[in-house]
């Protein structure tokens, strides 16, 4: 009954752990498995023997060896058969056996898997750590290689967004040139020049007036006809004299109001009061303003 159940366990596990393997190996082993089972032991090696001589890779060695050292085992032969248990496991030291043993021929071959682990533990640590300082190498590449796109993405970007920016720009209507005449202060010089003339005129005819009055008061008209001449003459420059003051007075203060506020319309323009007075004029300016700046 136990050999029955072995058997359709062997059965069970032989094509699952032969996946890998060729199929010639695979045919004598499993021919090798139908032998152990009906405890023909010597026949079960001679497959097996026949199995590696078709071995095409490692792992084919790996299942010939553990099989064999199974038949080993249960022909009572444990040196050999742990021998070749570690055959096994130093090519793979996962590898299961491919048919269920006895309890016996389980611990002999786990002390010889923990044998063969103990003694490739420098050689597994170090292709562990090859295969992981591989990973991070590969890992790194991955990640330059994606640093290196999303900069040029960002560069691109950032052109396209210049170009946009430019041709906005040239679309964009040139701004208008607006040309300013010359300023009111520019001119207040006419006024101004007019109303010193007129104040020279004035002195003239207050000064003349004034000889004309002198020369009655004194007594030094020599006829009554030069007298009415000197007297008539006199009136006539101080009306002239007079006239020509307001004249001054209303040129001079035209050229000080012309030169406050006939700066540009930025600058604040000061408050400026014109009144009239008897016998002349007055202005009055209220403000601040750059005398200096008014001059360029």
């Given amino acids: 009954m136990r050999r029955a159940l072995v058997l359709c366990l062997a059965l069970l596990l032989s094509g699952a752990a032969f996946a ?19 405890l023909e032991y010597a026949k079960a090696l001679a497959q097996v023997q026949k199995a590696r001589t078709k071995a095409k890779s490692p792992d084919d060695e790996a299942r010939c060896s553990v099989l064999e050292a199974i038949v080993l085992a249960d022909m009572g ?29 389980s611990a002999l071959a786990e002390k010889a898997r923990e044998q063969v682990k103990k003694m490739l533990a420098p050689t597994i640590a170090a292709q562990k750590a090859e295969e ?3 990973l991070a190498d590969e890992k790194a590449k991955a990640d330059a290689v994606k640093a290196e796109e999303d900069k040029k993405r960002q560069e691109a970007l950032a052109q396209q967004q210049r170009e946009d920016e430019e ?26 020049a007019a109303g010193l003339l007129a104040a020279g005129v004035a002195t003239f005819g207050f000064v003349s007036a004034s000889s004309r009055y002198t020369s009655l008061v004194q007594g030094t008209v020599g006829s009554n006809a030069d007298a009415m001449a000197a ?43 014109l009144a009239v007075l008897p016998g002349g004029g007055a202005v ?12 360029r």
Avoid at 77 to 96: M, T
Avoid at 246 to 270: K, R
């Fill in 231 to 273: 007297r008539d003459s006199g009136k006539t420059f101080a009306a002239l004299g007079w006239v020509m003051s307001g004249v001054a007075v209303a040129g001079i203060g035209a050229a000080v109001v012309m030169f406050l506020v006939g700066a540009p319309p930025a600058e604040p323009a000061p408050a400026v009061t």
């Fill in 284 to 295: 009055t300016i209220s403000g601040s303003f750059d005398l200096v700046e008014g001059l």
């Fill in 77 to 105: 032969k444990d040196d050999k058969a742990s021998k070749a248990f570690q055959e096994a496991f130093s090519i793979d030291p996962e590898l299961k056996l491919p048919v269920a043993v006895a309890p016996k021929i």
């Fill in 132 to 134: 992981e300082k591989r």
């Fill in 167 to 192: 041709r906005r720009k040239a679309m964009q209507p040139p701004p208008a040139i607006v040309k300013q005449g010359p300023s009111l202060r520019s001119f207040s010089w006419i006024p101004g």
């Fill in 20 to 38: 890998q393997q060729s199929q010639e190996v695979i045919k004598y082993l499993q021919a090798a498995i139908t032998l152990y089972e009906n």
